[in-house]
C-alpha cells in the first residue's frame, strides 16, 4: 500500500477556471477527509465521506466547490469559477474502517489562481 | 465553538535546548488528540494519539502529555531535522479541529 494519493501535485490556472482534483485513499479506508490550508494556518475542515456518502460539509464552503466520491474508492474535489482566494494546499487524509486512529494524508495538490 | 489553539506560533531554539510546545482545545466531546509534524509543501505526517487526561506518549527526542484542557509537546535535546511546523488536532468523532500550528527552527 502507497499510502494517500493526490494529483495533481501543482495546478496552476486562471481567474474563472474550473479545477478539479483527484484523491485516492488507502484502500481499506472507509472514511475520506477534504481539507484546505493556507500559509501560516493549520488544515481547515471542508468535508468528508464514509464510503460514497458525503456526511459532512463545511459552513464556509462555497457553493463552487463540489465534491463526489462515487463508488466509496476515490474522491474528487471540484472548484469552479476559480477565484485568487481559492489558492490554497488542498489535503486530502483517510481514516481506517473503525473511524479511530490517525487521519492518514496525502501529500496535498497546490492550487495558484492568477 | 470547538477550538483549537497552539503556542508560541514560531519557536527558535539553539540545538540541544529543551522547550515545550501548548495545545488548548475546548470541543465538545473529545474523542482523541492528535499531534503531527509537518515540513514545507508536504502533507502532515502523524505524529501521537493520546486519549484521556494523563496519558503520555514518547517517540526519539518527542513526549506528548495530555490534561482536560490542554496538551504539551516536549522537545528534548531538539536537533535540527526536527525543524518543522507541529500542528495539533481534537477528533471529535466526526470532525478533526486543527490549531494553526507551531512553527519551529532548530539552529546547529
Known amino acids: 500500500d502507497t499510502g494517500v494519493s493526490q494529483n495533481p501535485r501543482h495546478k496552476i490556472t486562471k481567474r474563472g477556471q474550473n479545477v478539479t482534483f483527484r484523491c485516492d485513499p488507502i484502500?481499506?479506508?472507509?472514511?475520506l477527509y477534504w481539507y484546505r490550508q493556507t500559509l501560516g494556518q493549520g488544515p481547515e475542515f471542508l468535508t468528508y465521506?464514509?464510503?460514497?456518502?458525503?456526511?459532512?460539509k463545511s459552513r464556509l464552503l462555497s457553493d463552487r466547490f463540489s465534491a463526489e466520491r462515487p463508488k466509496g474508492s476515490f474522491s474528487t474535489l471540484e472548484i469552479q469559477r476559480t477565484e485568487q482566494g481559492d489558492s490554497a494546499m488542498y489535503l486530502c487524509a483517510s481514516r481506517s474502517l473503525g473511524n479511530t486512529g490517525e487521519l492518514f494524508f496525502g501529500e496535498g495538490s497546490r492550487l495558484t489562481v492568477l | 465553538e470547538d477550538q483549537v489553539t497552539q503556542s508560541p506560533e514560531a519557536l527558535r531554539l539553539q540545538e540541544g535546548e529543551s522547550s515545550s510546545l501548548n495545545c488548548s482545545y475546548t470541543?465538545?466531546?473529545?474523542?482523541?488528540l492528535f499531534w503531527y509534524r509537518q515540513d514545507p509543501g508536504k502533507g502532515p505526517e502523524f505524529l501521537f494519539t493520546l486519549y484521556s487526561a494523563g496519558e503520555e506518549k514518547e517517540k526519539e527526542r518527542l513526549k506528548a502529555t495530555l490534561t482536560k484542557k490542554e496538551s504539551f509537546l516536549h522537545i528534548t535535546a531538539p536537533k535540527p531535522e526536527d525543524s518543522a511546523t507541529y500542528l495539533c488536532a481534537a477528533d471529535t468523532g466526526n470532525q478533526f479541529y486543527f490549531g494553526t500550528g507551531t512553527s519551529l527552527t532548530v539552529i546547529p
Open positions: 465521506f464514509q464510503n460514497e456518502a458525503q456526511l459532512e
Open positions: 470541543v465538545s466531546g473529545l474523542r482523541g
Open positions: 484502500s481499506e479506508h472507509n472514511r
